[in-house]
């Protein structure tokens, strides 16, 4: 049962894992496949970094704003999924419309009237009052899951391939022989 176990997740690590050196008497198309399979694990940890830098800049951008917290009435001018803009006056009374728009914009519809906290320093790091870098978290994490999930797939889609060539390879060199 555990030498089971053990050979499956051998072999599973084997085909989605790939080695950086090559074999001896690796030929062109293998070559290709290893250096494609490299390709694709740099390219998903590229996607999971870009999801925890995200995560790590909400994060900032809410330190930056309880430091020197403020908060204003705002109306939202245009509502978006991803971005929304936002127009509000500080106790001073200057007018702000952030260039960048505010963040956590979900469930915004143009015309609402909210209550934003900003940095009072720097009045263009607005957030929906009482939202925060947790909101990033399940958005962030889906994108690395399915970042993951797809080079799974095409790792795996690579790992057949492969064992189709060294197939073709194996008959090659049999019916070379046989002659």
């Not at 143009?110 to 906290?117: A, D, K, N």
């Not at 999930?149 to 064992?163: C, D, K, N, Q, Y």
Request: proline share 5%.
């Amino acid at each position: 049962m555990i030498a089971s176990l053990t050979r499956a997740v051998a072999t599973v690590r084997r085909v989605l894992i790939p080695h950086l050196y090559g074999e001896p008497g690796e030929t062109k198309p293998q070559r290709v496949i290893r250096y494609t399979r490299i390709g694709v694990v740099i390219f998903a940890c590229l996607v999971t970094l870009q999801s925890v830098l995200l995560i790590a800049g909400a994060w900032r951008n809410d330190r930056q704003i309880e430091r020197h917290m403020g908060v204003a009435a705002a109306e939202v001018l245009d509502a978006g999924p991803r971005r929304s803009t936002i127009e509000f006056v500080t106790p001073d009374r200057v007018t702000y419309r952030p260039e960048l728009g505010v963040l956590y914009p979900s469930e915004l519809d143009t015309g609402m009237r909210i209550y934003v906290e900003y940095d009072e320093n720097d009045p263009d790091v607005v957030r929906v009052r009482d939202r925060n870098a947790l909101l990033a978290v399940i958005p962030a994490g889906s994108i690395a899951v399915l970042g993951w999930v797809i080079a799974g797939a095409m790792l795996a889609v690579l790992a057949l391939l492969a064992r189709r060539l060294d197939r073709q390879d194996d008959m090659s060199v049999e019916s070379q022989s046989l002659s």
